[in-house]
């Protein structure tokens, strides 16, 4: 994740992690972008957005009512085409909020929405490939491991490889399940985020940063931006592969996909993982999932 504007929430012995998005001024909890082959020319491309939707959301800021993806050359960063995907009312669902650990009861307030955005695109083959993209802004501000979150975005991308990359045609990985909305402060937490991959290739987890978009005045630009893109950076004390305030510290198997750690302090936490791509050897795409604990 892909978490609205989500208060730090403290009971005996517990943190809270939320997923949490931001609108046109803070709601991100988090999302991501992945592609299947359907044939020919064809892909379908998914977008994952996750929303709080309980009383925490003070905004009340609610699913982008149609979203903007753009596919770009790779090797020139130049727009080929933009698509728009209209939100489907029933691609909304709430996240079931599932607690393994009886270390506290749930409050009765948490809530976790997903709404899932789905299109078709037809993307010839081309030296290099193309770069789907799209961006949205802004975190909400009470996120502990960034610095200013309330300017910062997420530009979701995955790369469709080109004829010179891959001899045939690809889908790219997607994660399978979500991360629970909560865990208990100074408790073991463990995690299968595994991902799939339709046509079997080699997966490697790891934690990442996710690629950057800050822009609160435009925060869904209809095209997205062109490519490059930099890289969200972290507060003081923080960095991509730590995330969150832990020991011991949150760690990801590049095989199995297995998140381990020790939350020790209260807060609100974005992380990312990525899922890397590999055939024969050969690099393919990456998937990236940016979520919230809070």
Request: net charge negative; glycine share 8%; hydrophobic share 35%.
């Amino acid at each position: 994740m892909q978490n609205k504007s989500g208060m730090k929430i403290i009971l005996t012995g517990i943190v809270f992690l939320f997923l949490s998005f931001y609108s046109s001024a803070s709601h991100l909890i988090g999302g991501e972008l992945y592609y299947t082959h359907i044939g020919g020319n064809n892909y379908t491309v998914t977008l994952k957005i996750f929303r709080d939707c309980g009383p925490n959301n003070t905004n009340g800021t609610d699913f982008d009512a149609a979203v903007s993806i753009g596919a770009f050359y790779t090797n020139s960063n130049g727009l080929f085409t933009e698509i728009s995907i209209n939100l489907i009312s029933t691609n909304v669902t709430t996240i079931p909020v599932v607690l393994d650990n009886p270390c506290f009861i749930l409050p009765p307030d948490v809530c976790v929405e997903q709404a899932i955005y789905s299109g078709t695109i037809t993307l010839p083959p081309v030296a290099g490939g193309y770069t789907l993209v799209h961006q949205r802004c802004c975190f909400q501000p009470s996120i502990d491991n960034l610095t200013a979150p309330q300017n910062l975005g997420v530009s979701y991308s995955a790369h469709v490889p080109g004829s010179d990359e891959l001899n045939g045609t690809n889908s790219s990985p997607r994660f399978t399940n979500f991360p629970p909305p909560a865990l208990c402060k100074d408790a073991e937490f463990t995690f299968d985020h595994s991902a799939t991959d339709p046509e079997g290739d080699q997966i490697v987890y790891s934690f990442c940063a996710p690629y950057l978009f800050s822009d609160p005045t435009a925060p869904a630009p209809a095209p997205p931006n062109n490519p490059p893109y930099g890289l969200l950076n972290y507060g003081p004390g923080f960095s991509p592969t730590y995330p969150i305030t832990s020991n011991p510290a949150f760690t990801i198997d590049p095989v199995t996909g297995q998140i381990e750690g020790t939350a020790t302090a209260l807060g609100q936490y974005t992380i990312t993982v990525c899922a890397e791509e590999y055939r024969n050897g050969i690099y393919l795409s990456t998937t990236r999932r940016t979520f919230q604990f809070n």
